[in-house]
């Protein structure tokens, strides 16, 4: 496992390799060419789905009028709803509304479809995305959009995994859980149980405010590993894969003591708001090129925001 007492250096120097990647793929001549083509001729025309849209600290603190530590202490008492992730506050739009009674609450629209993380995040970058994560943290990792299709091979696989994958039928088994991950409701990165019995998280690429992909990890042991035999059966069954493949393999997954869990969510986190940062900068690159509809403004997933310097606007 990666995550330990070198992890902040770690990170340090993840950052760097995100930013450096960040760079390469801004500056690359993909933006100006076939890269520009429409939402709909690059990923099809369908339509994304519904996202809650969340509001920042300083959204609330103009929207009541009060400081950022009445703020914070609203969440933390539950006067609030909120959801904090690292060191940030995020707000969903609609529960705010609701529960403070305010009339047209009108969170930042939405990014166009040409402005999705497949159009924002070259296959070659994202790969590397999920090299890294892949790497850093000790476990299997992917990147997908907001449908949960992945844009990326998982990066390095468990040998569990890695033997389920080479059966027919078996991948579009994890494409169901991955959409699911799009509607779990908790915006922090928690581990969760899948359909092959292994431990996954997410956290989410945002654009604004506005999720627009995800960084999956997972193929982790839970507490209670290898199943019982007829838990064993019913995998095999839901992910059309024969028992005796997965019996030869049920040792072979990633283990996470409690702290090295809580950790890898924590990192995970962070991870989202840099490859979010790198993403949003892409995303203004184009809209000021008139390829994409970004909105000037780069969050990332701990709700950090970064204006672009377009005539004064407020950091």
């Known amino acids: 496992m990666a995550v330990g007492p070198g992890s902040v250096q770690n990170m340090a120097r993840a950052a760097d390799r995100l930013r450096t990647m960040g760079l390469w793929a801004l500056t690359r001549r993909g933006w100006e060419g076939a890269d520009c083509k429409s939402g709909h001729e690059l990923h099809g025309t369908g339509t994304a789905r519904p996202m809650t849209n969340f509001l920042t600290s300083q959204d609330i603190q103009e929207l009541i009028n009060v400081d950022r530590s009445t703020v914070y202490r609203m969440a933390e008492d539950g006067r609030l709803p909120g959801v904090k992730v690292g060191r940030q506050w995020r707000f969903p739009a609609d529960r705010v509304a609701a529960q403070l009674g305010v009339a047209g609450l009108s969170p930042a629209p939405e990014p166009s479809g040409d402005g999705g993380v497949r159009r924002l995040l ?164 184009l809209s000021d090129h008139g390829t994409a509809g970004g909105s000037g403004e780069r969050s990332g997933i701990n709700g950090t925001h970064h204006r672009t310097p377009r005539g004064g606007g407020r950091s």
């Open 122 to 285: 070259q296959p070659d970058v994202a790969q590397s995305i999920a090299d890294l994560v892949g790497e850093l943290f000790g476990v299997m990792a992917v990147v997908t959009d907001m449908e949960g299709r992945p844009m990326t091979t998982v990066a390095n696989p468990c040998g569990y995994f890695a033997a389920i994958a080479e059966q027919p039928g078996a991948v579009e088994a994890c494409l169901s859980q991955w959409r699911r991950f799009v509607d779990e409701p908790n915006v922090a990165p928690r581990w969760a149980p899948t359909h092959l019995g292994f431990l996954c998280a997410r956290t989410f690429i945002w654009v604004a405010r506005v999720p627009v992909g995800m960084i999956v990890v997972g193929g982790v042991r839970p507490a209670s590993w290898p199943p019982p035999p007829e838990a064993v059966a019913s995998i095999a069954a839901e992910a059309t894969v024969p028992v005796g493949i997965l019996n030869d393999a049920i040792d072979e997954l990633w283990s996470l003591d409690i702290g090295q869990q809580r950790q890898t969510l924590r990192l995970l986190a962070q991870m989202g708001d840099l490859v979010s940062q790198l993403v949003s900068a892409r995303s203004d690159v």
